[in-house]
């Protein structure tokens, strides 16, 4: 059975810092990885998509994907207090496989 | 549009009783699916529908049931409804495989006592 690993935290970093958010995976053949963020109370919203080892950049979002240590990794630059939510790694395609999920403070 | 849609937003089932959780969508989507997600934990798949009519088990199924005879429409059943059923329900759709991005609706939250 396919695995996603997160640390749960929670996570606190001051607002302007980077926060980075890291999860293992245990299938060596998956391709494609998710960010989906969670804000209390709300559903889950994809923030990035990335399939290709290296890293995917989409305005403050960095994802990086290391398959041969299957690891993906989030890295948020100048972080908000908007930015304080869970943040779900994610592995599939047709079907999804969540971790946990990190919760994430952002302190002003 | 208006995306998808879920209804109710709460409920409170008691031991035993049955009761079906309707989900929406109105973006042609071909893909459909439930997910479970307990209280601090990630999301789980029950069960999932590639088009009308053809439905399959998740990763946590037992105790729900799904039919899916329109695009647009995928109902969760629950039978003989247990305290483990407590969770929040989400639905969620895609336009697979020419996007893997899965759309959320606003969840259920279901309480069993």
């Known amino acids: 059975q396919k695995e996603v690993e997160q640390n749960s935290g929670p996570l606190s970093v001051p607002e302007g810092a980077i926060a980075s958010l890291n999860c293992t995976y245990s299938d060596r053949g998956s391709q494609s990885f998710f960010w989906y963020r969670q804000y209390s109370g709300k559903s889950p919203e994809l923030i990035m998509f990335i399939y290709s080892n290296g890293d995917k950049e989409d305005g403050r979002f960095t994802a990086q994907l290391n398959k041969a240590s299957q690891y993906v990794s989030l890295l948020i630059r100048d972080s908000q207090p908007s930015d304080s939510a869970t943040y779900l790694c994610?592995?599939?395609?047709?079907?999804?496989?969540f971790g946990q999920g990190t919760r994430l403070t952002i302190n002003p | 549009n208006a995306g998808v849609t879920q209804t109710p937003k709460f409920r409170i089932l008691k031991i035993g009783q049955s009761m079906t959780l309707q989900c929406a969508q109105d973006m042609n989507h071909n893909y459909m699916y439930w997910y479970r997600q307990d209280p601090g934990m990630g999301l789980k798949l029950i069960y999932y529908?590639?088009?009308?009519?053809?439905?399959d088990k998740g990763e946590v199924p037992n105790g729900y049931n799904v039919s899916r005879s329109t695009t647009e429409d995928f109902p969760l059943r629950l039978e003989l409804a247990a305290p483990s059923q407590t969770s929040v329900y989400f639905c969620?759709?895609?336009?697979?495989?020419?996007?893997?991005?899965?759309?959320f609706g606003p969840g259920t939250r279901l309480t069993v006592t």
């Open positions: 969620a759709s895609s336009y697979f495989p020419a996007t893997y991005e899965q759309y």
């Open positions: 529908s590639v088009g009308a009519g053809i439905t």
């Open positions: 994610v592995e599939g395609a047709q079907k999804l496989v």
